[in-house]
């Protein structure tokens, strides 16, 4: 019987929330888009200019970014700079 109270504590939680630690922790590992290279102002964003890595700034996922490709930074980024919403036209 004292086994199998302690094989209850092993599973953990029994609810699937996260602590504050472990959300901080998913979204500081999340790849977020940032600019492969220097990009001016007005460039039409392809393929080629945006890599994913991790940063401890908010930036846009894979999915995001792609409903925003072909469109024109407002705004000059450099190389590794996260990319947000507010960038594009």
Sequence with gaps: MVFLRR????NGSP???LSDAEVTYR???KRQ????????AGIAIGVGDVVYKRTNREGLS????SSLAGR???VA??????LTEEDFR
């Design 7 to 10: 094989l209850s504590t092993a």
């Design 77 to 82: 980024k450099a190389a590794d700079e996260p």
């Design 27 to 29: 979204w500081q590992m």
């Design 62 to 65: 894979l999915d995001m970014m």
């Design 33 to 40: 888009a940032v600019a492969a290279a220097d990009l001016p």
């Design 15 to 17: 609810t699937l929330s």
């Design 72 to 74: 024109h930074l407002k």
